[in-house]
Nanobody, 119 residues
Framework: QVQFVESGGGLVQPGGSLRLSCAAS????????MGWYRRFPGKQRELVAS???????NCANSVKGRFTISRDNAKNTVYLQMDSLNPEDTALYYC?????????????WGQGTQVTVSS
């Protein structure tokens, strides 16, 4: 099994950019699909973007054209490049495995990294 640690969050002004990193430990990282998720205060998590072991990506309509997910298997790391940020992107961001339509049944989550977009 693998474990994940998120980093790179912080405070940024509207229109700014951040790059989140997800460091994986353990074996098998290169063989699994990964996803970035986020949780707004008082709400459930939602899927932001996903990437397969082969590099095929998808992203939510709310971030399409602004966010880009990528991975570097040699470094056991997944990234989320966030551009043109707006206050509505303020949330806790998590990385985890992506298992298709049943992703919301994942029960093991890390602490995430906070992204705050404010002037």
């Amino acid at each position: 099994q693998v474990q994940f640690v998120e980093s790179g969050g912080g405070l940024v002004q509207p229109g700014g950019s951040l790059r989140l990193s997800c460091a994986a430990s353990g074996s098998g990282f290169s063989t699994i699909a990964m996803g970035w998720y986020r949780r707004f205060p008082g709400k459930q998590r939602e899927l932001v973007a996903s990437i397969t072991s082969g590099g095929r990506t998808n992203c939510a309509n709310s971030v399409k054209g602004r966010f880009t997910i990528s991975r570097d298997n040699a470094k056991n790391t997944v990234y989320l490049q966030m551009d043109s940020l707006n206050p509505e992107d303020t949330a806790l961001y998590y990385c985890n495995i992506f298992v298709g339509p049943n992703w919301d049944r994942i029960r093991s989550w890390g602490q995430g990294t906070q992204v705050t977009v404010s002037s």
